[in-house]
């Protein structure tokens, strides 16, 4: 059982902690989560209803609220149409959709991209700054308090410092001579496209994304964990199409996953010295299976969208 954070309600510390630039958003620093032994359910997060009336319960609720409504709730740091949940599906609750009971027990932890230990706090940082396309909350402001009480209480029960299984996207396997653009976009237009559009422009209720984005200026960004195709492909193979997880195959989710992001979008915040090869070299070239810096239909990929 994890100890309560002895300063988790407070909005502030005494010594304020800065918000720092997160050089990588990966967690392949942490072992990677176990298969489900047969017959075992995965790890159960407690109930909303189970959360007690008093000012720990309220910050709770706050960091859901802000989980599932970043865009609106946490606006001055979301720079684009994401919300958490987009990636971390049902409120975070989901096994292998990277569940926050997953992810909380695992900080601090070192990660060998940035060459340091990092907090839970920079690791949500790096989420606004690259899956949203924004600025990183103050490490020791409400936001990042909020979401991290949310995360919290999601673990209660959860064994410290161990991988749980579901706790990542599973791992998928590389088709046999590699990914196909062409049938990935036939895929897409298939199964993807009657949610995030035929541009990838998602959908949108008002001003407010029903179906996030996927490419374009309103999608994450060069930096984000998702521009990988193989993480890309772990996510869209267990919990994609929504509500038919599992129907596309290995191979199609490694397709659709590389015509996704063969697509421009917003530009690497680590951009070095203004160079997209520079950044490629620096960020890109041992980052999982990716297309930034690479000609796709005759494009530099990277340059980010205007």
């Not at 790890?43 to 909303?48: D, V, W």
């Not at 409504?69 to 096994?95: F, I, K, P, W």
């Not at 374009?216 to 193979?237: E, L």
Request: proline share 8%; aromatic share 10%.
């Amino acid at each position: 059982m994890k100890p309560l954070l002895p300063a988790l309600l407070a909005l502030a510390v005494s010594t304020p902690v800065l918000a720092a630039k997160i050089a990588m958003e990966d967690q392949s620093q942490i072992p990677p989560a176990p298969a489900k032994p047969e017959g075992q359910q995965w790890f159960q997060p407690p109930h909303e209803r189970d959360l007690p009336d008093d000012a720990f319960g309220r910050l709770v609720q706050q960091g859901r609220a802000i989980f599932v409504d970043t865009r609106n709730q946490a606006s001055e740091y979301v720079g684009n149409g994401m919300n958490c949940t987009n990636c971390h599906l049902d409120q975070g609750r989901q096994a292998n959709s990277a569940p926050l009971w997953g992810a909380y027990t695992m900080y601090p932890a070192y990660r060998k991209k940035n060459d340091k230990v990092n907090s839970y706090a920079e690791r949500i940082q790096g989420c606004f700054q690259f899956s949203m396309n924004g600025t990183a909350p103050p490490a020791d402001g409400a936001v990042i308090n909020a979401l991290t009480a949310y995360s919290y209480w999601m673990s209660t029960g959860a064994p410290v410092n161990q991988s749980l299984p579901g706790r990542m996207y599973p791992v998928i396997a590389e088709p046999q001579g590699g990914y196909d653009l062409a049938r990935g976009k036939q895929v897409y237009a298939e199964q993807c496209a009657i949610c995030h559009g035929d541009n990838g422009q998602g959908q949108k209720s008002g001003d407010d994304f029903v179906f996030p984005p996927l490419w374009g200026k309103d999608s994450y960004n060069w930096g984000a964990g998702m521009h990988r195709i193989n993480t890309a492909a772990a996510f869209i193979k267990t919990s994609m199409p929504l509500g038919k997880g599992g129907s596309l195959s290995d191979a199609d989710a490694w397709h659709v996953a590389a015509y996704m992001n063969s697509h421009e979008r917003p530009q690497d915040p680590r951009l070095v010295d203004g160079s997209v090869e520079k950044t490629r070299v620096r960020f890109h070239a041992n980052d999982g299976v990716n297309l930034y810096g690479q000609k796709v239909n005759g494009v530099v990929l990277g340059q980010g969208t205007r």
